[in-house]
């Protein structure tokens, strides 16, 4: 496919829905974006000068797709919705957690966006420090969980495919250390893991983050 005929934005796409179909951000690369597009992959150099630029570019363009909430709701709503917004996003495109974490977040978007949610807290009454401070811990939840829960259906996958006989063993191990050395708690996190969705688990997750802000701010 000549150069004229591809553009920049189809080549972010194009490179999206390519991660999209690997197991890991490590298996993408711009070969696999060429090939997709027919083209040579030096062509892709006339647009991105690195694989590093191709992900700061899709990064980007899923930051994008993020909204803002109501700015006349109260500082708590604006943040649950904002990062139930950003978990919704981060879910939607696979292996966007560690996409934000191999990249730079200096783009107009990605600055806008933290800038705003700091914006939130000090409107509220928080210092410019504990706005910092609060949103890297959400985000580090957020980014955590999301790798997690993506590597929990990544081994659940191998051991319903019987592809992983040593982590079914793990797993059956996990149920038989906690009954017979009576780890309560242990088998009720299990048992409420289990019985919660991913984001139910990332609402709870955010609701005692946002507790703790409270008595932060009136301590």
């Not at 189809?10 to 997709?36: E, G, P, Y």
């Not at 996958?157 to 906690?178: M, P, R």
């Not at 309560?184 to 919660?196: A, D, L």
Request: hydrophobic content about 40%.
């Amino acid at each position: 496919m000549p150069k004229s005929k591809i553009s920049r934005p189809q080549i972010i796409q194009v490179s999206l829905k390519t991660l999209a179909n690997c197991q890991s951000l490590d298996q993408f690369s711009m070969r696999k974006v060429a090939t997709t597009l027919q083209i040579d992959a030096s062509t892709i150099y006339w647009y991105f000068e690195s694989k590093q630029a191709i992900l700061q570019a899709m990064a980007d363009e899923i930051a994008a797709q993020i909204s803002f909430p109501d700015a006349n709701l109260d500082w708590k709503t604006q943040l649950t919705q904002l990062f139930n917004n950003l978990f919704d996003v981060y879910t939607t495109h696979p292996h966007t957690a560690e996409l934000m974490i191999e990249t730079i977040p200096s783009s107009e978007v990605r600055l806008a966006l933290m800038n705003h949610i700091i914006g939130i807290l000090v409107d509220a009454g928080f210092s410019e420090t504990q706005g910092s401070a609060a949103m890297s811990t959400i985000d580090f939840f957020l980014t955590g969980l999301v790798i997690d829960l993506s590597k929990e259906r990544q081994f659940r996958t191998e051991i319903n495919d019987k592809q992983a006989a040593y982590l079914h063993e793990q797993v059956t191990q996990i149920h038989q250390i906690t009954h017979d050395e009576h780890l309560v708690h242990m088998q009720n996190s299990v048992k409420s893991r289990n019985s919660e969705s991913a984001k139910q688990q990332f609402e709870a997750g955010l609701k005692l983050i946002l507790k703790g802000l409270v008595a932060d701010k009136e301590g």
